[in-house]
């Protein structure tokens, strides 16, 4: 869902950005600090969500190896348990 924002916000740029090199819309009109904030409020999000997604990918991986951890354990003291027997 946060793709088709960050898709609609690089049209606004790239819209923006016609207007003013073609001249309709000078710098004067303030379009040009807008679409300077819009590109980097758009770059911080997307860098955050990356950010994010590296940490839960990151936690994912830890939580897989301490489940394999654990399964590998509980089935160690199962035979060993069933041996005793």
């Known amino acids: 869902m946060w793709q088709c924002y960050v898709e ?3 049209v606004l ?15 004067s009109t303030g379009l040009g600090a807008v679409r300077r904030e819009l590109q980097t409020r758009v770059s911080t999000f997307v860098e ?3 950010t994010t997604g590296l940490t839960l ?9 301490i489940d394999k951890v654990f399964i590998s354990h509980s089935h160690d003291q199962f035979h060993h348990q069933q041996q005793q027997s």
Request: net charge negative; glycine share 6%.
């Open 48 to 50: 955050r969500l990356r």
């Open 57 to 65: 990918d990151h936690s994912r991986q830890c939580y897989q190896l």
């Open 13 to 27: 740029v790239d819209e923006a950005t016609t207007l003013i090199e073609s001249g309709v819309c000078g710098e």
């Open 8 to 10: 609609r916000s690089d």
